[in-house]
């Protein structure tokens, strides 16, 4: 490409465009306002709420509490919100994110769980797979970004202002590598169960298999161990009876460790589980790549040879100067438009092609 020779070429150069950017954040915080350029003034106060970000947080949040709405209507008794996101899941039953359909108190599921249940239950999900690619091939992995609860775990946890740790491309491309390993171990052990169920055998290999029979990620998926392993536990309702604890088992405790590494990872790594682990990510991003929405740049505004803004703040740690400025074909763009928000020209533009 034409425009890829005019960008750096080394994550040196990356750096140092962050540093100059950090320095300017700098300057703005810490100049006494009577110094300070008047263009920077904020001329709109209002625009510090309403804005793509805080859009995008508060509705994460009103995901995260309504596709476990159960679990509130158990604590306060509102059967008025199982009525409201009851009816959400009537018209759309499962999203492309990782949401377990088992959880006590689950209203949406994930399609990768629903689709691993479905192969091991000896069903071809013709249902799941259709509504999936509908929704990936329009709006692509916005579901990700919006509503997936993990990933606002995540974005959550990243929140602390701190500094990125963003590993060189080629790194960053070898640790992507090992969600195509898991999806294609997962899917394996997916559809050996979906034939022994056929030809009759399914019981004998499930018991085998163990906790890894009805769907073979769910061991590792932080979703599943959250809202579905955790609220089955007993727990320690004081400190008499905190012996409850010692009864949970080791595989369990692990399982706590990972969801815990998770979350304190992603306050260096944003997302760093969406990035490198979560096998639903890479099948998603099959049919993402192409979506009919997605990002592009406005190449009369935007400065690549002296701005990185856009990757700097990228969770998904998307080179985007490396895409073409009609539409940013990338696999791993969640469209939660980070970059949108934070580009200094305005350039990133969402796209329909």
């Not at 163990?210 to 004081?238: E, G, H, K, M, R």
């Not at 369990?252 to 979350?263: G, N, P, T």
Request: overall charge negative; aromatic content about 12%; charged content about 20%.
């Amino acid at each position: 490409m034409a425009e890829d020779a005019d960008k750096p070429e080394t994550m040196e150069e990356d750096e140092e465009q962050s540093a100059s950017s950090d320095e300017a954040e700098d300057f703005e915080e810490e100049t006494p306002e009577e110094e300070k350029p008047k263009g920077r003034k904020i001329s709109n106060p209002l625009g510090i709420i309403l804005n793509t970000r805080m859009l995008r947080r508060v509705v994460q949040i009103i995901f995260l509490i309504g596709i476990n709405a159960y679990f509130f209507a158990a604590l306060w008794g509102q059967e008025v919100i199982t009525q409201f996101w009851g009816g959400f899941r009537d018209i759309l039953s499962t999203l492309p994110i990782i949401s377990p359909l088992e959880a006590e108190f689950a209203i949406l599921a994930g399609s990768f769980d629903t689709l691993q249940r479905e192969f091991t239950s000896g069903i071809f999900p013709f249902f799941t797979i259709g509504a999936m690619v509908i929704i990936l091939t329009i709006i692509g992995r916005s579901a990700c970004a919006w509503v997936c609860p993990m990933g606002t775990i995540q974005d959550f946890a990243s929140l602390p202002k701190r500094e990125k740790i963003r590993p060189s491309p080629g790194t960053e491309k070898e640790l992507r590598r090992l969600k195509t390993y898991i999806l294609a171990l997962v899917m394996f052990f997916t559809i050996w169960i979906s034939i022994s169920v056929a030809l009759g055998t399914g019981d004998v290999l499930k018991n085998a298999m163990n906790i890894f029979a009805d769907a073979p990620f769910d061991p590792f998926n932080p979703a599943y161990i959250l809202f579905v392993l955790l609220p089955a536990q007993d727990w320690p309702t004081s400190f008499d009876n905190l012996w409850l604890l010692g009864t949970w088992g080791a595989v369990i405790w692990l399982q706590v460790a990972f969801v815990a590494l998770v979350v304190i990872l992603s306050y260096w790594f944003p997302r760093w589980f969406c990035r490198w682990i979560c096998p639903a990510g890479w099948l998603y991003g099959l049919f993402s790549r192409d979506s009919l929405i997605g990002i592009g740049r406005n190449p009369a505004r935007c400065t690549p040879d002296v701005c990185n803004t856009c990757e700097v703040v990228c969770p998904m740690n998307i080179r985007i100067r490396r895409f073409p400025y009609q539409h940013m074909h990338s696999a791993d763009c969640i469209m939660c438009l980070d970059c949108k928000s934070h580009c200094p020209n305005k350039a990133i533009e969402i796209r329909f092609s």
